[in-house]
């Protein structure tokens, strides 16, 4: 009787091992269209949004990336005058 145990034992674990390994496919059959259809979206809002940048930046004449650019600080000549009452 133990070793009718050991077989049922046996032909459980493999029965649960081959059900783990289909249900594993199947999650990756299902999962990797979904990732793959997320990620084509994606870039193709990029690009959309990478062309409607440039188009509404060249109507303009600057760059792309112009208004991105750090000014440079305009230089004022004053003189100070301190005043010190002591």
Do not use: C
């Not at 193709?44 to 440079?72: D, E, P, W």
């Amino acid at each position: 009787m133990n070793r009718l145990n050991d077989i049922f034992l046996w032909v459980f674990a493999g029965a649960t091992g081959l059900f783990v390994i289909m249900f594993s496919l199947y999650v990756a059959s299902v999962l990797i269209p979904v990732l793959l259809v997320v990620m084509a979206v994606s870039g193709l809002a990029n690009l959309i949004m990478y062309v409607y940048g440039k188009r509404k930046s060249s109507g303009r004449g600057k760059g792309f990336l112009a208004s991105t650019r750090k000014k440079r600080p305009e230089i004022i000549d004053v003189e100070y005058e301190i005043i010190d009452d002591k």
